[in-house]
């Protein structure tokens, strides 16, 4: 399967523990996103990397959440200090528009998070 | 916050009969795609129209834009049961993320 891959698919968690998810994108996209999707809602944007670089960070990313793409390839995710509020779908995308590619974002299938 | 509004915000038609979603937005975009998600899972790429395309077809999807009224519409025709999904629209300005809006729920009854 060459697709966007995500891990772990499910997550739960206790209240104040921190978590840590792991995107692997289409191994030519040079661009990696992060949303995240509550019940009933369509995806809001978290943040997204022009390879290694962290380019643009939505104002939902509090200080407990933190983002890493260091070698350009996978990215992690990161929540700290979990509140029941973070409980939601956490989506990866990639995309490659430098490479004569649209700007189609292709998306895994996200890891839910339950935070207890 | 979440650009994109679809409406309706649920459809149910009969197989074989056309579905029809529409979206609005409110900034300037340099594209708009359309997403379908089934219960529970990840978001497959349906269709891309650039802001200087007017309509685009693929298979039996056809998609509209009209950038002075900050619209479009998605039409489904001889829908089918796999079909039942939430539809989401999403705007992009450029290099950053998508804005989506809250969906449609399609259902597709026998």
């Known amino acids: 399967d060459t697709g966007v891959s995500q891990d772990p698919r499910h997550k739960i968690t206790k209240r104040g523990q921190n978590v840590t998810f792991r995107c692997d994108p289409i191994?030519?996209?040079?661009?990696l996103y992060w949303y995240r999707q509550t019940l009933g809602q369509g995806p809001e944007f978290l943040t997204y990397?022009?390879?290694?670089?962290?380019?643009?960070k939505s104002r939902l990313l509090s200080d407990r959440f933190s983002a890493e793409r260091p070698k350009g390839s996978f990215s992690t995710l990161e929540i700290q200090r979990t509140e029941q509020g973070d409980s939601a779908m956490y989506l990866c995308?990639?995309?490659?528009?430098?490479?004569?590619?649209?700007?189609?974002?292709?998306f895994g299938p996200g890891t839910r998070l339950t935070v207890l | 916050s979440q650009q994109g509004e679809e409406d309706p915000q649920a459809l149910s038609i009969q197989e074989g009969e056309n579905a029809t979603m529409n979206c609005s937005y409110k900034?300037?975009?340099?594209?708009l795609q359309w997403y379908r998600q089934n219960s529970g899972r990840g978001l497959v790429h349906l269709i891309l129209?650039?802001?200087?395309?007017r309509e685009k077809h693929s298979g039996r999807l056809r998609v509209t834009l009209d950038t002075s009224k900050k619209s479009s519409s998605l039409l489904i025709t001889a829908s089918r049961a796999a079909d039942t999904a939430s539809y989401f629209c999403?705007?992009?300005?450029?290099?950053?993320?998508?804005?989506f809006g809250k969906g449609t729920h399609l259902i597709i009854q026998p």
């Open positions: 191994s030519e996209h040079n661009r």
């Open positions: 999403a705007t992009a300005r450029g290099g950053d993320g998508l804005t």
């Open positions: 129209i650039r802001s200087n395309e």
């Open positions: 995308a990639s995309s490659s528009p430098l490479s004569g590619g649209t700007d189609t974002q292709y």
């Open positions: 990397f022009q390879n290694e670089a962290q380019l643009e």
């Open positions: 900034t300037s975009i340099n594209n």
